[in-house]
């Protein structure tokens, strides 16, 4: 397939910067890949970063190793950078800093450029084409599901971003002398990422769903909204699900873009590009392609992340074949809908991945029941309504765990449900009584699905998830 590409990666490349000193905060992952991105250009750079407890002092060695200053103890406070005034150009944020922190507008009034990781990566990594997945739910698996897909096909097409590797870290990679470029690059993109850099524009964007989320950043979901729809407006072409409510409510403000269907040629009485008939056959404008069911994976909206992929794929020249081998090899995704084990006839899921209500309402739908749920951590804003139809017309059975498991008893007693509800500490407690609920009440699955942000308890989604498929394999 490569090099008869009909959409080409161009040639040029550059750093795009030049400045007397950079400072990084903080030293988690996108932190420390964009330090040593920028000294690995020859740019002045310092790290700093609030804690200076024995692990991030652990952390930090590696980079001190490079030459690159450290400094420890230092909050996200104006005087926290005075030692560089005069000579500071420039300030990298991570992804978990709010755009709008007061310390960042004082940056911004002084003149100094404020920018976050995935800024600095782009203009790394600009030379090379780039698909840009965002969207509330489902883009990771797009993000892993579309990597595979061309890869299978002979291209290379690694991913990173928002998960994986940091989109700084795999462009210091390819600035190593032995690397050879790949095809393309297959980004996911938080909102917290694409506001703190609306340089990017990428070759693609693709835009699964938008549903309300990370409400205490953004304020509004109408914020929300544009974060995102700002990345699209920036690519050259633009993927649509037109199954999401949102996305398809605003479709006619839109005056381009490729739209895809898994409930037919026309949702909503709008055409679709592509989509999947009656029968299952995945179709465009010239007639059937492929058969849907090639992808394994269960549930309604991963017939919409398997569009959006097809499509994508499509437009860069792959042929239906090469598209439905790729989808019909891919082994799932990690912490979303994850199937782990079973026990007694109950399939054991672990959905970590679903961190607000939306996601978890999407991988309650793709479960046959009756079902045992696992739900907790540290609760977010949003409409739970979906989630709680779910819960009555599925769930035989809850386990709450965490910080936020009182306030979602008191929310799920309120709805109405008659099912048991059992509130446990950790999820250490929790898993060995959705066991014994599952036997009791002979449940045909079992979902970690928590509804909720990890932080309470685990430094991420991925770590729950991990500590969750242990207990289960422990125990089965």
């Known amino acids: 397939v490569t090099g008869s590409n009909p959409v080409s990666p161009t040639s040029q490349s550059g750093i795009g910067f030049f400045v007397d000193r950079a400072v990084v ?14 000294h690995s250009q020859g740019l002045p750079v310092s790290v700093i970063e609030r804690g200076d407890d024995p692990l991030v002092e652990e952390r ?34 991570s992804p978990g800093i709010a755009w709008d922190h007061p310390t960042l507008e004082a940056l911004r009034h002084e003149g100094i450029q404020v920018l976050g990781e995935m800024a600095i990566a782009w203009r790394a990594l600009s030379h090379i084409p780039w698909f840009g997945i965002t969207g509330t739910n489902g883009k990771t698996t797009v993000t892993h599901l579309l990597s595979h ?8 097409a690694p991913m990173g971003g928002n998960m994986g590797i940091s989109a700084a870290e795999m462009a210091l990679q390819l600035r190593q002398p032995d690397a050879i470029l790949p095809d ?20 693609f964007g693709i835009w699964t ?51 895809v269907s ?73 912490h979303r809908l994850e199937r782990i084990g079973s026990r007694n006839g109950c399939s054991m899921f672990n959905d970590s991945k679903a961190t607000n209500y939306a996601a978890a309402e999407v991988g309650l739908k793709a479960m046959d029941a009756p079902v045992v749920v696992l739900a907790g951590g540290q609760t977010k804003r949003g409409d739970a309504d979906g989630w709680l139809k779910q819960l009555h017309a599925k769930a035989c059975s809850v386990v709450l765990f965490g910080s936020g498991a009182d306030e979602l008893h008191t929310l799920i007693a309120s709805s ?17 009584v959705a066991l014994d609920e599952a036997d009791r009440l002979g449940a045909i699955s079992l979902l970690l699905s928590p509804a909720c942000a990890s932080f309470d308890q685990y430094k991420d989604f991925e ?10 394999q422990h125990t089965i």
């Not at 420890?72 to 500071?88: K, M, N, Q, Y």
């Not at 897909?149 to 290379?156: D, F, K, N, R, Y």
């Not at 974060?227 to 005056?255: Q, T, V």
Request: negative net charge.
């Open 149 to 156: 897909v061309l890869q299978s096909a002979g291209l290379s």
């Open 60 to 93: 930090a060695e590696p980079l001190r190793q490079l030459g690159i200053e450290v400094v420890l103890g230092l909050p996200l406070l104006p005087e926290s950078f005075d030692r560089w005034r005069g000579a500071l150009d420039m300030v990298v944020i």
């Open 25 to 38: 905060v903080g030293l988690g992952r996108s932190g420390m890949g964009a330090a040593k991105l920028l």
């Open 262 to 334: 898994a409930d037919g040629p026309e949702p909503g009485g709008c055409p679709a590009d592509l989509w999947i008939d009656d029968e299952g056959l995945v179709c465009d404008q010239g007639g059937p392609l492929f058969s849907a069911n090639v992808l394994a994976m269960p549930g309604r909206h991963n017939r919409q992340n398997l569009l959006l992929v097809a499509a994508a794929a499509r437009m860069i020249g792959l042929s239906g074949n090469q598209i439905a081998s790729g989808l019909a090899s891919f082994p799932g995704v990690p």
């Open 416 to 432: 109405g449900y008659d099912g048991p509800l059992h509130r446990c500490p950790d999820l250490s407690h929790a898993v060995p």
């Open 184 to 203: 393309w690059l297959v980004m996911e993109l938080s909102s917290y990422q694409i506001e703190a850099a609306t340089e990017i524009t990428p070759r």
């Open 209 to 259: 769903t938008l549903t309300p989320d990370h409400l205490e950043r953004h304020g509004t979901v109408d914020n929300y909204r544009a974060i995102k729809r700002g990345l699209l407006e920036r690519s050259e072409l633009a993927i649509f699900n037109a199954d999401d409510p949102d996305l398809r409510r605003h479709r006619n403000s839109w005056d381009r873009g490729f739209w």
């Open 463 to 472: 770590a729950r998830g991990d500590h969750f498929r242990d207990l289960i």
